[in-house]
């Protein structure tokens, strides 16, 4: 009797499904990328919170640290949503550097722009879009 269920399977090209198993789902390490971007943006979120607390910086600030920290977390668990959130915050992170430089001339501003636009550029790549959920 099971030999029957053997061939039907193989006739039919159909290969039977197994609950145990687990779905192929993307893995954060296949994009070692996302991990060091949802870090930073945890940085990002941990200065703001120093500066506020320091009183370098008004409390309003503190609404994107949380929007960083959201975004971080929803990168790390590989969903859309954070992916987006990330996305706005580095293009925009990247063209308020930018304006910084141009305006002020710091060198700091420059590198951290171009950091920024090199985590835009691999968060708009066509395969990590994707594998987000």
């Given at each position: 009797m099971t030999t029957e269920a053997k061939t039907t399977a193989t006739k039919t090209g159909a290969e039977p499904v197994h609950p145990s198993l687990p779905s192929e789902r993307p893995r954060l390490r296949q994009?070692?990328?996302?991990l060091a971007i949802g870090l930073y943006m945890m940085l990002l979120a941990g200065v703001i919170c120093h500066d506020v607390a320091?009183?370098?910086?008004?409390?309003?600030?503190l609404v994107f640290s949380v929007f960083f920290i959201a975004g971080a977390l929803g990168l790390m668990f590989?969903?859309?949503?954070g992916w987006a959130l990330t996305l706005a915050a580095v293009a925009l992170m990247s063209a308020f550097f930018?304006?910084?430089?141009s305006t002020q001339k710091s060198d700091?501003?420059?590198i951290q722009g171009l950091l920024n636009l090199v985590f835009f550029l691999y968060l708009i790549r066509a395969d990590l879009r994707e594998k987000m959920r």
């Open positions: 994009f070692p990328g996302l320091a009183g370098h910086a008004s409390p309003f600030y590989l969903l859309r949503w930018f304006w910084a430089y700091s501003a420059l």
